[in-house]
């Protein structure tokens, strides 16, 4: 997927040289995204089209601690900032807009919901390739050996089933899930003409 791996299993640097690339693409259309000449829904597609990419590859595998969400809540909100300053209703004059106020102007999913959504199209993915497919077989692996002291790091099919359960599926097996899911897909399809 193009994600870089450590051995500690930390994806800290990995989301640090993505958003290094997202500041960058950020710079080099800051001008388009500034002028007053473009409007607010073409803001929303240049940075959807042009940053999300760079910013959002290979975001599928990244089990997302609290402290990397915030990182990225920072940066979109960073981003958004395109929209300028707000008059105050009751003064007249220009404030900063609030986290919140970006997020009702911006109206599309926040970054980390586009993560967890490519994240569960991805456990689908990986769910159908069967027991065959290398990647299948090193997601099911049971490792051995020893681990290290100390609280477990969190690993992809535990975030996966973190997502399932905030979608309220969270008693299923993911496998089981996509299977059902792929099989009611299989039957629809045959009934529509």
Request: net charge positive; with cysteine; hydrophobic share 35%.
């Amino acid at each position: 997927m193009g994600t870089t791996l450590t051995d500690q299993n930390s994806i800290q640097e990995e989301i640090k040289s993505r958003l290094k690339s997202g500041n960058a693409c950020y710079y080099s259309v800051q001008n388009l995204l500034s002028s007053s000449l473009v409007t607010r829904n073409l803001k929303i597609r240049i940075y959807r089209t042009i940053i999300w990419p760079v910013v959002l590859y290979g975001c599928e595998t990244w089990p997302l601690t609290l402290r990397e969400e915030r990182r990225l809540r920072l940066f979109e909100n960073w981003v958004l900032r395109i929209f300028g300053p707000k008059r105050d209703e009751v003064t007249g004059k220009l404030r900063k807009v609030h986290n919140e106020e970006l997020n009702d102007v911006y109206s599309s999913p926040n970054i980390i919901r586009v993560i967890k959504l490519r994240r569960m199209r991805w456990e689908g993915h990986v769910a159908r390739m069967g027991e065959r497919r290398g990647l299948y077989s090193v997601l099911m692996r049971k490792p051995e050996g020893k681990r290290p002291l100390g609280r477990p790091r969190r690993r992809w099919e535990d975030i996966i089933k973190m997502d399932l359960q905030e979608v309220g599926c969270g008693g299923m097996d993911w496998i089981e899930l996509d299977r059902l899911r792929a099989l009611t897909t299989t039957v629809i399809s045959l009934r529509v003409p």
